[in-house]
Structures are given as structure tokens and as C-alpha cells.
């Protein structure tokens, strides 16, 4: 059986219904193919799954890419505030959490209702369990899978990246790029928590569950959110943004008292320079278990000014080497992929192959935490649907 339509998206995630539902609201006849049996699993156990799904204070300095500017022309074009008016057209409740991250009030499964919403109202065709085979060019694409064969002139892939395998992520996205002759930038897990060397392992790992506000830097790029003690390493939302910036052997540096000033006591002549007066000191400002055993790994060498001047400057600075991150079975998203260089910013077609798009997370176009990388999937989207 063959199947005619003005275009093709590969992939039924949060770029790909976005991207359908602006071509189709646009009179185009749009096909969204799917491999998964139903769309939109990764929206649905987002953000713990109430979906995280736009920052208020969305900028270009919030994503990872080789070329910093590519994002700002498509994120200029589809903001926050097109989103949520998009949410509150469907009367979905929602809040903020810090730092201007929206969540849905009741769950992730508002938002994908939405979407599907928006699709039937914009008569977009959708074909879930669908197992492309091939994908050749003729006069136009042609999509072989199973029972069928798809045909277009435009060949839209959000296909998504390589995080979370067990929900169907593959590399479909970036093997068909390469296919077409398009560069892609090496992937790696970003978001994800990091495996700490064997002695800090076994030095602070059988505290996993303690947490404390850090600021985590690393590559000229740092972090002022909470770090969480895992049983293999370390994670919480400053060391998943750090990780995205991270690469073997690079060092990590902790600042465990940020805007802290912990010896300050022992400018008083009265407060006695003993590990009792210290570990006092420590407990105000980190947890006790955390702060004893940071003190059991780190004494000071001496008890002069000098010494608890360096044991200060140590605490700002705890420097570890991890060993790696938990990978892709952890990783919240895919840095890297196609490269943007390869894209016109406008629109997200190939320069290289007419009628050939990338959109989401398989382009080289990374958010940090906080709802950025479905701003990212929205504005990506919104700008190839309303190029189609
Ligand atoms: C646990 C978790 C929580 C997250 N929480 C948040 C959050 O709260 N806020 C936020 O901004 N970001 C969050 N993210 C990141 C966000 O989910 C992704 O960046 C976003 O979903 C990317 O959208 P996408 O459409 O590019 O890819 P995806 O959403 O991954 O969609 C790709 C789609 O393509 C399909 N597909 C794959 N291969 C094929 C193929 N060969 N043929 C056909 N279809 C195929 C997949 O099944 C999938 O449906 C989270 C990620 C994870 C893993």
C-alpha cells in the first residue's frame, strides 16, 4: 500500500506532534510515524511525571551547542509564552517551581493530551507501531516499513536521542543523518548523575539520600542548586547540570558552603581550635553525617590561622575526578547530534538535501534542566511546521 502526504515526521515526541500540528494547522497533509505503540512516552514520565514543560526564563545561554547562536532565531520565534498559552487554551492547571520551571499540576499525561488534541483538530495522521525499514529519496522520500510504503517531499526526523533506551530511544536519527551525507557531533549522556572514583566512593557513598545546596563548576560553567549523594556517586539537579558540561578526566569542583564563611569562629580567640569546635561549625552549614565524614576525610593539618585558612579554601573547592556518569540509561537527554552547521537556524532543513529537517533532541542543541529541552522541542518544531 502506498501512502501520499506533503510530509513525513519520524518520531511522535514532543517535536515531532509540535511540528505536525503547525504544518497540519496550515492546511498541510501530515504523517507522524511512530515505532513506539503510542506517542509521547518520554512527556509522560517527565519531570517526575508532571512534565516540566516550558522555563519562564528561557535564554540562548540555557543550551549546550557548538554553535551558541543557532537556537536563538527558532527560540525567539516559539517562547514560553506560546506554550503556555497554548496550556491555558486547554484549561490544564499548572504552577512554578523555582527558578521559573512549569509543571503541570495533575500530570505529565495533561500535556500529551493536549498535543494529541491538537493534532486530530489539525487532521494529522498518525501511524503508532510503525517499523521504518528504509528511507530512500526518490523524486521525493519514500519510507518503507512492513506493510507500507510513505512518500513526500518533506522529510522531517524527531527521532529523539540516545536517553533512556528502555523506552525506545535508538540512534535512528543520527544513522539517517549520516546516511544523507550530514556531520554529527559525537553524542554523550547530559543530565545524568556521575559515578564517583573509588576512594571518594567508598569514602561518602553509604550516605546516599543525604543532599545539601552546592555550587558544582566545571568547563568555565557553574551551578548553585542542591547535590545528592547516591550509592554510586553523586547527583541532584547542580551535579545533572554540571554533567552535561563534563568529560573524562575533567575535574569537577564543589563549593559545599557557597556564600559560607565556615571558620570564621575561630577568629574569636575564645572558641577553641579542637575537632569538636570544628565539627560544630561544619554541622551549621552542611548535614552532620556529611559534615563529619568531610572532616574525617579532610582534618586540617595544623590548628594555625594558615591551616584553617587552606581547610576553608578546600571546603569552596572540594575537587573530585568521577569516573564516569551513569549513561545513557539515566542520562535525561542526548548532547550532541547533528550537526547545526549542517541547518538553516529558520527553519531546521538540511543546507545539503531540499526537504530533509532535524528537530529536538537529536540536533546538537542541548537544554539544562529546568523545562529548556521541551522549549527546545516546541520552538524547534513550531519552526519546520511552519516552514512545510
Ligand atoms: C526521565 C526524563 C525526564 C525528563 N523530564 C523533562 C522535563 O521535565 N522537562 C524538560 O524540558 N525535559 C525533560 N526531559 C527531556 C525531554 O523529555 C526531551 O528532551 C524531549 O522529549 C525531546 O523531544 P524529542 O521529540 O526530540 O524526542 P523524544 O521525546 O525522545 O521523541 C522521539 C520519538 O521518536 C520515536 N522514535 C525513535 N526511533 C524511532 C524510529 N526509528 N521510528 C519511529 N519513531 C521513532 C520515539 O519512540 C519517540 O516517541 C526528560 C527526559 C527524561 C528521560
Redesign the pocket.
Known amino acids: 500500500m502506498i501512502h501520499s502526504f506533503d510530509a513525513l515526521i ?7 506532534l509540535m511540528c505536525a500540528i503547525e504544518a497540519g494547522q496550515r492546511g498541510r497533509r501530515v504523517a507522524v ?4 505503540d503510542r ?5 509522560l ?3 517526575g511525571g508532571r ?3 516550558t522555563n519562564l526564563h528561557c535564554r540562548p545561554e540555557d543550551f549546550l551547542s557548538a554553535n551558541p547562536h543557532f537556537a536563538k532565531s527558532a527560540l525567539a520565534r516559539y517562547t514560553p509564552a506560546d506554550f503556555i498559552a497554548l496550556v491555558e487554551k486547554h484549561r490544564i492547571p499548572y504552577h512554578a517551581k523555582t527558578l521559573g520551571q512549569l509543571f503541570c499540576d495533575r500530570s505529565a499525561r495533561d500535556i500529551l493530551g493536549m498535543l494529541e488534541s491538537e493534532c486530530a483538530d489539525a487532521r494529522v495522521s498518525i501511524f503508532p507501531s ?1 517499523n ?1 525499514l528504509k528511507v530512500s529519496r526518490e523524486d521525493e522520500f519514500v519510507v518503507h516499513t512492513a506493510e507500507a510504503e510513505f512518500r513526500a517531499p518533506a522529510l522531517i526526523v ?4 540516545l ?2 533506551p528502555k523506552i ?3 540512534s ?2 543520527y544513522d539517517l543523518a549520516r546516511q544523507f551525507g550530514l556531520k554529527i557531533r559525537d553524542p554523550w549522556p547530559g543530565l545524568v548523575p556521575l559515578v564517583l572514583n573509588t576512594d571518594d566512593r567508598s569514602s561518602y557513598c553509604d550516605l546516599a539520600g543525604v543532599s545539601t545546596d552546592v555550587i558544582a563548576s566545571c568547563d568555565g560553567q557553574e551551578f548553585r542548586e542542591k547535590m545528592l549523594i547516591t550509592h554510586r556517586g553523586l547527583s541532584g539537579p547542580a551535579i545533572l547540570q554540571i554533567s552535561s558540561y563534563w568529560k573524562k578526566p575533567q575535574t569537577i569542583q564543589i563549593d559545599l558552603a557557597p556564600g559560607r564563611d565556615v571558620i570564621t569562629a575561630f577568629r574569636d580567640p575564645a572558641t577553641p581550635r579542637n575537632l569538636t569546635a570544628l565539627r560544630t561549625e561544619f554541622r551549621k552549614i552542611l548535614p552532620s553525617r556529611l559534615a563529619d565524614r568531610w572532616l574525617d576525610a579532610n582534618p586540617p593539618s595544623a590548628w594555625t590561622n594558615q591551616a584553617l585558612a587552606d581547610l576553608e579554601r578546600q571546603t569552596h573547592a572540594w575537587t573530585i575526578t568521577p569516573s564516569g556518569t551513569e549513561g545513557y540509561e539515566k ?3 542526548t548532547a550532541g547530534g547533528v550537526d547545526t552547521d549542517e541547518l538553516s537556524a529558520k527553519t531546521m532543513e538540511s543546507r545539503k538535501v531540499r526537504g530533509l529537517y532535524f ?4 540536533v546538537d542543541v542541548t ?1 539544562h534542566l529546568g ?7 516546541w520552538a524547534s518544531g513550531a519552526a519546520a511546521g511552519r516552514a512545510l
Request: glycine share 26%.
Open positions: 519520524l518520531g511522535g515526541g514532543a517535536a515531532g510515524l511512530e515505532r513506539a506517542l509521547g512516552k518520554k512527556i514520565i517527565s519531570g512534565c516540566n514543560f510503525t521504518i524527531a527521532t529523539g536521542g536517553s533512556i525506545g530511544a535508538t535512528f536519527g542520562a535525561e537527554v528537530i529536538g533532541e537529536v537544554g523545562g529548556f529541552n521541551f522549549q527546545w522541542a
